[in-house]
């Protein structure tokens, strides 16, 4: 199924629910309405500003006619708009306010010439007696400029473009377009085409008024003198069902979006039933599920999933039982997942999946343990967001690697690789910083883990969860031998600001024949110090420091002169698993203890001393 027909299938189904609005409308911010009289004078203004106890006043969202596409030139909407259009008046530099209000003062004495009912006529009134030295107090608030304003006539309960005149000459002029008539390229019809798209708000990083998803304004875009959406025909109807679809998607309190980087991720399932009602919850139950396994929401701290069919659906997953027995008609439901970023003044799409609920969340669980470490992290189940972040330079959103969020998100949703580049920038930022946190780690042994599981010839061991003693792999050996010695120092030097980690763990971890020799010699004074100051400690620390060189291969340089990337993760993983000890919290959960940010002394230094 194309990404636009499951689309205006998704719209059809909020149609029916009037979650929005009908063909040829969209959800704006209004915030005043001017009430007319039957001679077109401004009776009143209405403030329809919603406000909240300390929280800044919002406008209302109305479905009103659909908004004109806007790029540098004038074109005003219809019965609304911006008060530069409705009044001539703005906020800003008058550069051309007048011109837009004669545009909208044009459009409507043309569209309303031969109207005969009141209201429209009340509006053409209006528009032919008004000046905008008329602006001004008691009437017309100065927070008016700049705002969306509606209008409603006399006495009525609706605003004027609810009005049935107004509806009926808003669907006759809406999208005729006889020039521009072919077949639907999604719906497979013969209708009247788009020239142009609504643009798709929400996206993050993109241009606040929208950017389009479908567009062609450059001449080398254009093929067999097809202009605009001729090249790619989409029939009116159906690319105002996908775009009002995709915008309510986007909202900034949709429960159906996540921000994965750069990529704003939006989701939403669909399932059969005779039942109208028991589709509509299953579907809900499946975009529910997906929000807490893929988000940060808590399921112990979200009420609205603190019990019933939900709670059930996801303690089966954390269960790791079959979602098929636990809850067949969630498993059977149709899942889309679609992630667009910007891309100058349009959007790309990062990725677009669809799939049954239950195969997503068979590769969402076997994410999950490959991920599975111990100690455990701070965040036992991190979304992919956070995931990224520790890919970032400073740790900041905008650092994250262009397109490495949709890569991601694709290995994680189909069960396939993750990104090469993910390794390797791990890897760079490990030797940049030398943070050797938890969820670094928990990454990199996912990277190793999967790529171990779906290679015929893996090179590399298949990595541990917690400390494994008996793991010969030389990455491995080398980060585990590396915190002894890290230990070593840290126990005869207290409170050193400075450790062999901060000053030597890039070259360590990369090419260890260039510092473990240096490191090894290093450690002899300290080893002297320990065993006249903490015999037992030091007798621990050598006994830990010649098991791991025991278990490096035979005959065989102990230091060898490069290690391969996949390696280097194991180095990383065999450090934080000789460096991280488990601790109790009050609850009696284990977490990891951490010297500064994560690091600790060995686990059996640490236990012995």
């Not at 109305?62 to 259009?85: C, F």
Request: aromatic letters at 8%.
């Amino acid at each position: 199924m194309t990404m636009l027909f499951a689309l205006g299938q998704l719209y059809e189904r909020l149609a029916q629910t009037q979650t929005v609005p009908r063909f040829g409308y969209s959800l704006e911010k209004i915030g005043f309405c001017i009430v007319l009289d039957t001679a077109g004078g401004a009776r009143e203004v209405l403030d329809l500003h919603t406000r909240e106890a300390k929280k800044k006043p919002r406008p209302r969202m109305l479905a009103v006619p659909t908004s004109e596409t806007r790029t540098s030139g004038i074109a005003p909407n219809t019965l609304w708009d911006k008060t530069s259009y409705v009044l001539g008046i703005t906020a800003g530099k008058d550069t051309r306010t007048q011109r837009e209000h004669e545009a909208f003062k044009t459009r409507h004495q043309t569209l309303l010439a031969d109207t005969d009912d009141p209201g429209l006529r009340a509006l053409r009134a209006f528009l032919d007696q008004w000046t905008p030295d008329q602006f001004g107090l008691p009437l017309f608030p100065e927070e008016m400029r700049d705002a969306n304003v509606v209008f409603r006539f006399d006495d009525d309960r609706c605003f004027l473009h609810d009005r049935p005149a107004a509806q009926a000459l808003w669907e006759t002029e809406h999208g005729a377009d006889d020039a521009l008539n072919g077949a639907c390229l999604v719906s497979g019809r013969h209708t009247s085409l788009t020239r142009l798209h609504t643009p798709i708000k929400g996206v993050w990083g993109a241009q606040t008024s929208g950017a389009p998803l479908v567009s062609f304004n450059f001449d080398a875009l254009e093929s067999y003198g097809h202009k605009k959406g001729a090249n790619a025909p989409v029939g009116v109807a159906t690319a105002f069902a996908y775009t009002t679809a995709l915008n309510h998607l986007l909202a900034t309190d949709s429960r159906n979006r996540l921000q994965i980087g750069d990529a704003s991720t939006v989701f939403w399932a669909e399932a059969s039933d005779d039942d109208p009602d028991a589709a509509e919850e299953t579907a809900q139950v499946a975009e529910d599920c997906m929000a807490v396994l893929f988000g940060d929401a808590d399921p112990d701290a979200d009420t609205k999933i603190a019990e019933g069919r939900l709670r059930t659906v996801l303690e089966g997953i954390a269960q790791g039982r079959p979602l098929a027995d636990v809850d067949p008609r969630v498993d059977a439901a149709r899942f889309y997942i679609l992630g667009l970023s910007p891309n100058a003044a349009r959007l790309s799409v990062r990725f677009w999946l669809e799939n049954t609920f239950g195969a997503f969340a068979r590769h969402i669980g076997a994410h999950t343990r490959d991920l599975r470490l111990e100690p455990p992290p701070r965040h036992p189940h991190p979304s992919p967001w956070r995931l990224l972040l520790e890919t970032a330079v400073q740790h900041k959103r905008e650092n994250i690697p262009k397109q490495l969020a949709g890569e991601l998100t694709r290995a994680i949703l189909t069960g396939q690789r993750y990104p090469a580049t993910l390794l390797s920038t791990l890897l760079m930022r490990l030797r940049s910083d030398g943070r050797v946190n938890d969820l670094r780690v928990a990454l990199l042994k996912a990277i190793v883990a999967r790529t171990h599981r779906l290679d015929p010839h893996p090179v590399t061991e298949e990595p541990p969860v917690s400390l494994d003693p008996d793991n010969t792999d030389p990455g491995y050996l080398l980060g585990r031998l590396f915190a002894l010695y890290e230990s070593v120092q840290r126990a005869a030097l207290p409170g050193v600001k400075a450790t062999v980690k901060d000053k030597f763990y890039g070259a360590a971890s990369s090419t260890p024949q260039s510092v473990f020799p240096l490191i090894d010699r290093g450690s002899a004074p300290h080893l002297a110090k320990l065993r006249k100051e903490k015999p037992g400690l030091a007798i621990t620390l050598e006994r830990d420091i010649a098991a791991v060189m025991a278990r490096m291969a035979p005959g065989a340089d102990p230091f060898p002169r490069a290690l391969p990337p996949a390696q280097q993760a194991l180095f990383a993983l065999g450090y934080y698993h000789q460096s991280y000890r488990p601790r109790k919290n009050a609850d009696g959960a284990s977490s990891a203890e951490a010297e500064g940010e994560n690091a600790s002394t060995t686990r059996t230094a640490a236990t012995d001393a």
